[in-house]
């Protein structure tokens, strides 16, 4: 009985996240799923802003993904770059208008009028409530994470202060740990 009116309720406040998403985005010639490309791109690390990684965060096709991506880029939103090391891989790369459209648009603004009622204890609680949810459902169905690079267990703090991947073996930036990764795997407890 839970269950059931959890997803009503998390349904119902994405269709009208979605509708209000809609009817602002008609006017820049986009639709939502296009849009949730570009905030997945504006959003994601270095490892993660490819085609393949924008399809298995959204969950769609292929096809569906790249033709969102050519309209991205025929918009001037996104811009394609060879990777320097393997040339069969694409980087995207949101452009500052990309970036500025993201902002305008995010946080909704009728999720921003109706937080504005809740207090900063309201609003913590329901934010641990959502991501204990999300990351219930992908451990529940093997989905990946993409977290942020701050909460992965490859993420390391090194004494100076400074942070290391020890995936990639690279450096990590103050920024680049608030970036979503495709790489990302949950911090053992």
Do not use: W
């Amino acid at each position: 009985m839970n269950t059931l009116i959890i997803q009503q309720l998390l349904e119902r406040l994405s269709s009208l996240l979605r509708s209000e998403s809609r009817h602002q985005l008609a006017e820049f010639g986009l639709q939502p799923v296009q849009f949730d490309a570009l905030c997945y791109l504006a959003s994601c690390n270095r490892y993660s802003d490819t085609p393949k990684a924008v399809t298995e965060f959204l969950g769609l096709t292929k096809g569906t993904v790249s033709q969102s991506i050519k309209i991205l880029e025929s918009k001037g939103l996104v811009l394609k770059k060879t990777d320097t090391l393997d040339k069969r891989v694409t980087h995207l790369a949101v452009s500052e208008q990309g970036r500025e459209l993201v902002e305008s648009l995010m946080p909704a603004k009728m999720l921003q009028l109706a937080c504005q009622s809740s207090s900063e204890v309201e609003l913590e609680q329901m934010v641990g409530l959502l991501r204990t949810t999300l990351r219930q459902v992908q451990d529940a169905n093997g989905f990946k994470s993409f977290g942020q690079c701050q909460t992965c267990d490859h993420n390391q703090k090194r004494g100076d202060g400074s942070y290391f991947c020890g995936l990639t073996k690279e450096p990590l930036s103050s920024e680049d740990i608030l970036l979503m990764c495709v790489e990302h795997e949950k911090r053992s407890q």
